[in-house]
Each structure stands twice: as C-alpha cells, then as structure tokens.
C-alpha cells in the first residue's frame, strides 16, 4: 500500500491480480473466441484455443436466418429514445431542484428514489393488460415509455447531483457583469451542465441497453431488443454455440466499449455521488 | 435569490417528473391490488368475482410461495456475500502498485457490462453444460465425471452467475472509495507500530463502509428482481428449486394467467421489497450522516 514497496511484492501483487483478472474476463474472452470457430470446432474436446480455422460465418448465419438487423436497431431506439425522453422531462425538474431549493426538495428527491425500490414484478400484471388493451404490446413506443419511467429517477438523481457542484456565484457574477439571461444560459450555464448531462446520458443508455425484465415480458417478435432476441436462442433448436457466440458478441460490443469509456463516471452516477 | 416568481417557476419545472412518477407508482400498484382480490383468469373473460382475501390465502400457503421465498433470499444474501467480501479483496489488490493497472481494470470490470440473457446463456452453454461445456471438459481432463450444474444445482449455479455479474461492480466502487484514502493516515498508523491486519481493521474499514453499505442496497434493489438469469438458464425448475418470488409471480399470472393469484404475490413482493428497504435505509441513514 506505500509507494515504494519492494519490486518482488509488486511482481507477486501483479501477477495475483493478472490471474484473476484473466479468469474473471475468461467467459466473455471465450464468448468471442468461440464466435470466429465453426460449430464443430466450437464443441470439439479439447477445445481448441487458437489453433482453429478463423471464420465470420457465424456472423453472417445470424443475420440471414433472423433479422438481427432488426432487433440491434430495437435496441438503440429504445435506449436511446427512453434516455433522451427522460432527460427532456428531468432536467427542468433536476434544474430546479437543484438551484431554487425548497423546503420540501429533499423528501422529493428521496420519494423519487423510492419509486425505484418498488419491484417491477407488483406491476407487471396491470402494465402487461393495459399494454394489451391500448395494442402497445410488442412495440418500441411501449418499452420506450416504460424504461423513461423506470430508470426517471436515476436520471433525475445524477442530474441533480452534478447540477449541485455549478457554484452558484458563478451566475451571480455574470449577472453583475450585466449578462443577459439568455446570454448566461448559453455561455455561462450549458458549458458546466453539458458533461453532466451526457454522462447521465451515457450510463443511462448502458442501462437502458441491458434491461431484460420489461423487455423479456412486453415484446414477442417486432420490437425485441437484443436483450430478448438474444433469449430466443435458449430453446434447443437454437442450440448452436459458434451461432450463438456471434449473436452475443454483436449484442454486448458497443456497451461494452461504453462502459470502459464511462467507468469513471459509473461510479458517481450508479452512487449518486455518495462514493468519491 | 429565491423570489416567489423563480419558486413558482421553479414547481413548474418539476411538476411534469413528480406527476409522472407518481402516475407510474399509483395507478398500476392500485390495480395490482384491486386484482388480487378478485378472482380474475385471462382464460375465463368476463368473470371478475370478489374472493376476499383468497388469493393471499392460496399463494400464502403455497408450498411453492415458501420455496420462493427461501430461494429469493438465499439467492440475495449469497450474492451479496461473495460480491462485498470479494469485492474489498479484489479493490484491496487493484488499488496496490501494479503493473499494467489501465488494463486490468478493464478485465475486471467487463462482466458487469454484460447483458443479463448473454451472461446467463453463455455460462448455462458453454460453460455449464454437462456435455459440452467447458468444466465438463476440465472434468475429463482430470479423469473426474462431469458435474450437471444447473440440474444439481441450480440455485448456487444462478448464484455463481449473478455473482459474475456483480462482482465488477462492488469491486469497482470500493476501489473509488480506497483511492480516496488519505495515505498519510495509513502511513501514521505504520509508524504506531499498527500491522497491516490492524491498519486494515482500523483504518481502511471504516473508511470504506459508506461505499459498502451503498454497494450493498443498490444490489440488494437489483437482486430482489432477478428474473432474466432464471428465465433462461432453468425456468425456475427442477421443480421449484431454482425459482424466486418474482418468477414465480410470472409463472402465476404470465404462463398460467391467474391474474387475481399472480397479482397477491406481486403485493406480497411489494412488502417484502418494502421491509428490506426500511432496513436498508435506516443503515444508510446510519452510515451518510456519519
């Protein structure tokens, strides 16, 4: 834990650390390995672990026999739309919150979070009906709707907090230097909210992205995201591992890749800011 | 600086996000109570009795309602004793001088970036599989009979999956909050003579416990929840074995359209989630004014 500690701990640190980590990514590392194999070489014992016949045929298989095309695009639309849907309608309130406080925004902002405490399951039943009667079942209109109410208080939450840390003497100084409100909102405001608000849009889209309940339970064929779609390979005629490897591979890339671009801000977002 | 005017504009401003969540909370949670007392099958249209309490009756003594139930806990306190213990190991070691720190970090934290149906696939296929899965192989490898994880056991194997899952994220937190840890501090307590358990016990514990007690009621929230993992790795079986509180609602009201019976257990899932929820806020509480 001190700076200068003997280089044969910290060989031995790194190489504990080096294990693990390889075998806690193992799973997802074996996931893409298996997608380039061809299904007999993805179940053949010993597996191999490069010595095989590199190959995109699985990717280009997953495509032509269901439209995966399709449920990739579910899946951005309904992230993204949810996430946007949801910082139009929670910024003004975050906004407000966090700079005209009253005496009653704290319980609001609490009462918000236990909105997120009550679990999907109790609703499930009058949503699944109300869905079916209004013909939202198995639409993106429908699961956009939801996860903006699912994940609102989130996304009003991290708002809030990175709302709180713009001093508010900044304002009060341009003010004084005679800036007009529209003028202080575009070069004094925007500037320090932007950050906030597109890590807030970031780790709501990663959320968003990999939601599954609402996803599993309101979609059958048209609008399944890639979270259901990828389901639909449980049944034992989609046994097919190399198959079934590429599909998953494709589903998880690009969140993937967000997520280690957004680790930092995880942290405060997922926390609230309660973790430093 | 706050004028009437700004404070009216301002209720303005958060009244759409309050009317929303208050219309998300209420409407669909009267209707689950409402239902529960009737006596209401998607299969019989038209045939909405009042019963009383029947249904909380029926579910309640359900032998399937208390295998759930064991299973929901077991399933909740197990993940999270792996992810807190494993996590404040696993933060302890990153947070040492290591080499190739930028890339471990990645390695660690990727499963929780996962999707929920991926994680679980992949573990029950290609990993767990009797035949084909990689542990069978290493089984054969080292002359021992393969192990039929999810049809021997399939609550610790949802456990261990789920666990992969959270794992990344308890460890991710706590080391945010080990960073923060004034190293001037720890090396005082060196200079006391303090050990390394005794600086850990002293020092480092109580700085971290905030971000544990947090770890531990964000994952609890999800925990409670878990529905796609058991979906498609058992569909709660064999038996009940496998099945939790909130599959077990699915399987009621969903796959057997018993919406009066499915919606008695959505409540009781309610007050449980409720019950939980006091105690968890009470320790937060606790542990943020502090």
């Known amino acids: ?276 | 600086m706050a004028t009437a005017h700004s404070k009216r504009i301002a209720r303005l401003m958060i009244s759409p996000s309050v009317l929303l969540l208050f219309a998300w909370m209420i409407i669909p949670l009267a209707m689950t109570v409402y239902f529960s007392f009737l006596h209401y099958n998607l299969l019989m249209p038209g045939m909405h009795e009042w019963i009383g309490f029947t249904n909380y009756e029926y579910f309640l003594t359900d032998p399937a309602f208390f295998a759930a139930m064991k299973n929901t806990l077991l399933l909740v306190g197990g993940v999270l004793v792996i992810t807190t213990v494993g996590g404040v190991a696993l933060a302890t070691l990153l947070n040492m001088p290591l080499w190739g720190q930028g890339i471990l970090r990645i390695l660690f934290i990727a499963p929780f970036f996962i999707m929920p149906t991926v994680s679980a696939l992949v573990w029950k296929n290609m990993f767990m599989n009797p035949v084909n899965g990689l542990f069978a192989h290493i089984a054969k490898f080292l002359g021992l009979a393969p192990f039929d994880f999810l049809a021997q056991a399939p609550l610790l194997s949802i456990i261990i999956i789920v666990a992969w899952m959270w794992l990344p994220f308890a460890t991710l937190i706590l080391l945010t909050a080990l960073q923060s840890l004034d190293q001037e501090q720890l090396e005082a307590a060196e200079m006391d003579g303090a050990g390394a358990v005794k600086r850990f016990i002293h020092v480092v514990l109580p700085h971290i416990m905030r971000a544990i007690t947090v770890v531990i009621l964000i994952q609890t929230i999800f925990l409670l929840s878990i529905f796609a993992e058991i979906l498609v790795t058992t569909n709660g079986g064999p038996g009940y074995a496998s099945t939790n509180l909130t599959y077990l609602v699915y399987v009621q009201s969903l796959l057997q359209f018993d919406v009066g019976g499915g919606s008695a257990g959505g409540i009781i899932a309610v007050i449980l989630a409720n019950i939980v929820a006091i105690f968890l806020m009470r320790m937060i509480g606790k542990n943020l004014e502090a």
């Open chain 1, 1 to 276: 834990m001190a700076r200068d500690i003997p280089i044969s701990r910290k060989a031995l640190f790194s190489a504990l650390a080096w294990i693990i980590g390889i075998l806690i990514f193992f799973p997802i590392f074996w996931t893409i390995l298996t997608s380039f194999k061809t299904e007999l070489e993805a179940i053949a014992s010993p597996p191999a672990l490069f010595n095989f016949h590199w190959t995109l045929e699985n990717y280009v298989e997953v495509q032509s026999r269901s439209n995966y095309f399709l449920h990739f695009a579910n899946s951005v639309i309904i992230s993204l739309g949810s996430t946007i849907l949801g910082l139009i309608i929670a910024i003004p309130g975050a906004w407000a919150m966090a700079f005209v406080p009253g005496k009653r925004t704290n319980g609001t902002l609490m009462w918000m979070l236990s909105t997120k405490m009550l679990p999907p399951v109790g609703v499930l039943i009058p949503i699944y009906l109300i869905f079916r009667d209004t013909g939202l079942l198995d639409t993106r209109t429908g699961l956009v709707i939801v996860l903006t109410l699912i994940n609102l208080p989130i996304i009003i939450w991290m708002l809030y907090t990175y709302f709180k840390e713009i001093p508010g003497e900044i304002l009060e100084a341009a003010r004084m230097d005679g800036a007009s409100l529209k003028a202080e909102i575009i070069h004094v405001l925007t500037p320090m909210a932007v950050p906030g608000i597109a890590s807030t849009l970031l780790l709501n889209v990663i959320l968003a992205w990999n939601e599954a309940f609402w996803t599993l339970n309101l979609t059958a064929a048209k609008a399944a995201p890639l979270t259901a779609f990828i389901a639909s390979y449980s049944s034992p005629e989609g046994l097919f591992y190399a198959k079934l490897s590429a599909a998953s591979t494709m589903a998880i890339a690009p969140i993937l890749i967000l997520g280690w671009f957004s680790q930092k801000q995880l942290v405060r977002g997922l926390t609230f800011g309660a973790v430093k």
